[in-house]
């Protein structure tokens, strides 16, 4: 079975400074590794996603996200925090019949 | 470009009645899924379909059913509703030409809430 972990349900950062969300999973097969991003009252938008091409994979809004396999890790970073990037983000992996599993979330906030 | 449209936004139903939500998918994606988002959760998989059959079933209750027509909408049909049946209902599409791993795209869902 497939499962996501994210470490710290919460994440606050100052405007500028380096974003880091941590997300671990659990596949007994190779996964397909995504990370989407909630803001308030609205659906879930695609950030980038982890398909086996390239373990460094570039996303939207300037967020990058590095698939470690011997870490079993897909942690998303941004280098420096704007304040529009508060919302609620979703790591989630999918294998063969696509459904998604999401992890519990973390709300990230930016203080000026 | 066009994205998932979901139908109602909005819905406020009482115990015990049924409810009727509509996603429209975007064009060209063959497989629809459904996705329950309750208050403070994340999203839980219920069901999906592709090319109009169900393709995988998740912890959809026995109350719910669910359909894709012809013209690849989907209707997720809920009876005898239940408070806790309150959240936010997530309709994704995905292209599956492309092979597994397909990102899914998601309306901006309707939030359902039981008296």
């Known amino acids: ?112 | 470009a066009a994205g998932v449209i979901q139908s109602p936004r909005h819905l406020i139903k009482e115990k015990r009645e049924t409810a009727t939500l509509k996603c429209y998918p975007i064009p060209r994606h063959d497989t629809v899924y459904w996705y329950q988002q309750g208050p403070g959760q994340d999203p839980q998989f219920l069901i999906s379909f592709y090319e109009k059959m169900q393709s995988d079933k998740g912890s959809i209750p026995d109350r719910f059913s669910a359909q894709q027509f012809s013209d690849y909408h989907s209707e997720l049909n809920m009876s005898s509703l239940e408070l806790g049946d309150s959240a936010l209902y997530f309709c994704a599409s995905s292209d599956s030409t492309g092979g597994s791993g397909q990102p899914q795209h998601f309306g901006d869902g309707t939030r359902l809430s039981i008296l």
């Open chain 1, 1 to 112: 079975a497939q499962s996501v972990t994210q470490l710290g349900s919460h994440v606050s950062v100052s405007e500028g400074a380096l974003v880091l969300l941590r997300c671990n999973y659990s596949s007994s097969v190779p996964p397909y590794l995504f990370w989407y991003v909630q803001y308030p009252n609205q659906g879930l938008q695609l950030l980038l996603k982890y398909t086996s091409a390239a373990t460094l994979v570039k996303g939207i809004n300037g967020f990058e996200a590095e698939f470690k396999k011997s870490e079993t890790s897909f942690h998303l970073t941004k280098p420096s925090a704007h304040m529009s990037d508060a919302a609620e983000y979703f790591c989630a992996v999918s294998v063969r019949t696509d459904k998604l599993i999401f992890g519990t979330g973390t709300r990230l906030q930016v203080f000026p």
